[in-house]
């Protein structure tokens, strides 16, 4: 079973840095993309960043300029360095994986989807 663990979150002063890692266990394949979503109070889960295992990136508007994600030297590892952080970055952030695997000689494939349980990011003022 594919397990996504998240570290790195805590409390921080606006102006401050953080950064996030996410490991990836239980699987031999190289995840596709890998990426960075979070959930404030009362809001819907958004995207912050994205990377695919060709290192493209993509990030939400609101964090340009200020985050960076990448992709680890390990298999399956991903950093979100966060710079910069504001009051509204706060949030439970999430590590996601996702792709499209071969599962047979026919060449059927099937998706994948994984979520790890969140780590609690909260920048004060």
């Known amino acids: 079973q594919v397990q996504l663990v998240e570290s790195g979150g805590g409390l921080v002063q606006a102006g401050g840095s953080l950064r996030l890692s996410c490991a990836a266990s239980?699987?031999?394949?190289?995840?596709?993309?890998m990426g960075w979503y979070r959930q404030a109070p009362g809001l819907q889960r958004e995207l912050v960043a994205r990377?695919?295992?060709?290192?493209?990136?993509d990030y939400t508007d609101s964090v340009k300029g200020r985050f960076t994600i990448s992709r680890g030297y390990a298999r399956n590892t991903v950093y979100l360095q966060m710079n910069s952080l504001k009051p509204e970055d706060t949030a439970v952030y999430y590590c996601?994986?996702?792709?499209?695997?071969?599962?047979?000689?026919?060449?059927?494939?099937?998706?994948?989807?994984?979520w790890g349980q969140g780590t609690q990011v909260t920048v004060s003022s």
């Open positions: 990377i695919t295992s060709g290192s493209s990136t």
């Open positions: 996601n994986g996702r792709g499209r695997r071969v599962v047979n000689v026919e060449g059927a494939t099937v998706e994948y989807d994984y």
């Open positions: 239980g699987t031999k394949f190289s995840i596709d993309e």
